[in-house]
């Protein structure tokens, strides 16, 4: 069972819980997350102490003097940084006592994390709706944009949760490409198979790296069907059906079938760190959600109102398919 905050979320966003060693070398609380915490100003730091701003797990405030081994745990408030605007809007597609579906832009992360606080879903949903038990079912990458649901309450949260464990939410995804070297749109195919294909293979996050690792030797764990929406002279356009939700799978997948999606600075080449180019967005959407609710037993399905900038300039025929 999630241990719980002693601590309300403020602005939006939650405390932060920190474990900390029963032992080591550090003759206090204060000492250890000094030296955890290097890249911050060790005084302020303390102060933070002295002022109360951190506490343990019944909202008791610890000094800087608090020894090692007393408390496991501490929580605190993130200093929030000093954050870029993301000038694009989240849009609520649907609310109701128990979901929120929401379009998400790109460049918009779903919750908060490193530089960015306030310029977050999640944060700002929070904020807008004056409800901080709001929280995402499920997550997409900063850089993908379209369909994200969030719980509204902890009482029924658990029911959503599980359609994504058990994979009974179908999600449908939308990519464009660069033309694969050697297209032939009279016979169109990816890595040698026609469509629609299925493509599978092992994914792992390895600690400390920002891409996933693909291991072939292993029994594959992340598998796509892949439909053809259209093409042109320039782009590929493509409806992702995935059966697995592994980290950039989507990414992984194409960019190993030769069509990587377009502006990706991860897959298939790990490109320089840049600043957002908003012009350059990538060229993923999350574009549809059905299941059956659990606690109604009715039919749901929500599509995204977002398209891809780069798709085809002669269109591509989209499902009929209407939100619920």
Do not use: C
Request: charged residues 25%; hydrophobic residues 40%.
């Amino acid at each position: 069972m999630a241990m719980r905050s002693p601590l309300p979320v403020r602005d939006g966003v939650g405390a932060t819980r920190l474990r900390v060693p029963a032992e080591g070398p550090w003759p206090t609380v204060g000492a250890y997350m000094v030296e955890r915490f290097f890249h911050l100003d060790p005084e302020r730091l303390l102060g933070r102490f002295d002022r109360g701003e951190i506490v343990t797990f019944d909202g008791t405030p610890l000094s800087r003097d608090t020894p090692l081994g007393v408390h496991d745990f501490v929580w605190y408030y993130r200093e929030p940084p000093v954050e870029k605007e993301i000038p694009f809007e989240v849009e609520i597609l649907h609310q109701d006592a128990d979901l929120v579906v929401v379009d998400k832009p790109h460049f918009l992360p779903t919750t908060p994390g490193g530089k960015y606080l306030q310029n977050s879903a999640l944060v700002r949903l929070r904020n807008a709706l004056d409800n901080p038990d709001l929280t995402p079912i499920h997550r997409l990458d900063r850089a993908t944009a379209g369909l994200l649901m969030f719980s509204t309450r902890p009482v029924t949260r658990g029911a959503y949760q599980l359609l994504f464990e058990r994979r009974e939410v179908a999600k449908v995804y939308e990519a464009v490409s660069l033309l694969p070297e050697g297209w032939d749109p009279s016979s169109p195919a990816l890595g040698g198979r026609p469509f629609p294909l299925v493509h599978r293979n092992h994914i792992e996050k390895l600690r400390g790296n920002v891409r996933v690792h693909v291991d072939p030797t292993r029994e594959p764990n992340a598998e796509t069907l892949i439909e053809l929406l259209g093409s042109d002279d320039r782009v590929l356009h493509t409806l992702l059906r995935p059966h697995t939700g592994r980290m950039h799978q989507l990414r992984v997948h194409l960019a190993e079938l030769g069509a990587g999606i377009l502006h990706d600075g991860f897959y298939p080449d790990l490109l320089p760190e840049a600043p957002d180019d908003i012009a350059r967005p990538l060229q993923l959407l999350a574009r549809e959600l059905r299941f059956t609710d659990p606690l109604t037993g009715a039919p749901r399905a929500f599509v995204t109102r977002r398209t891809l900038q780069d798709a085809p300039r002669s269109g591509s025929a989209r499902s009929g398919v209407s939100g619920a």
